[in-house]
C-alpha cells in the first residue's frame, strides 16, 4: 500500500480538494476585480466632483488677474488628425484670442500628475502646431487637496495651482512666479 492509502488519502481525495481549491480561487478572483471596478468607479466619482467644484468659476478667478478668458470647454478630446486615436485629454480648456490654457483637475493631485500634464501640455503645443494656431498655451493644477510639496512643485514648473478653499477654488499666484508657457515653433 502507498502512503497516501495508509494515511486514509486516495488521489480521487487529493485530486477532489485541489479542483475544490481552484473553484474557490476563481470565486475570489472574482469578487477581488469586481472590488477594483467599484473602487475606480468610485476615484472617478471623485474626480467628477472636483471638476464641479472647479469649473463654475474658474474664468471669473483667472480673468481677475488679467486674463481675457472669453470661453471655457469641460472634458475635451485632442485627436490625431489621421489616425483618430485619443492624443490627450484636458479637463478644462479656457480660450482667449491669444492664449489657451488647460487645467488638470484632480480631487488630489501628486508629482506625477503634475509631470503627465507636463507632458499633455507638449501634446497640445505640437497639435496646435500641426494647425498653425499661434496662440500661447499655458497649464493648471486644480485640486481639492494640495500637500504643499505638490502645489510648490507645480509652480516651480510653471503651472498655475487652483485648490480648494472651504466651498470654492482659489488662485495664488505667488510672488516671484513664472508661467510656463508653449509657444508656437513654426
Known sequence: MSELQ??????EKVWASIQEVSERQKETDRIIKEN??????????????????????IMDKFNAFGFRFTRNSLDTVFKDPETRNTLAEVDIILESG?????????????????????ARMEVLR??????????????AIAGA????????????????????????????IPDGFVPREWTASF
Open 36 to 57: 477594483a471596478r467599484q473602487i475606480g468607479k468610485l476615484g472617478n466619482r471623485f474626480g467628477e466632483l472636483a471638476e464641479h467644484l472647479v469649473a463654475p468659476g
Open 98 to 118: 491669444d492664449l489657451v490654457m488647460a487645467v488638470e483637475v484632480k480631487s488630489k493631485p501628486r508629482d506625477q500628475d503634475v509631470d503627465m500634464h507636463l
Open 126 to 139: 505640437s497639435l496646435a502646431d500641426a494647425r498653425r494656431d499661434e496662440r500661447n498655451y499655458r497649464g
Open 6 to 11: 495508509t494515511e486514509g488519502l486516495t488521489f
Open 145 to 172: 487637496i494640495l500637500t504643499d510639496e505638490t502645489r510648490s512643485y507645480a509652480q516651480k514648473a510653471g503651472l498655475y495651482v487652483l485648490e480648494q478653499s472651504g466651498d470654492t477654488m482659489k488662485l495664488a
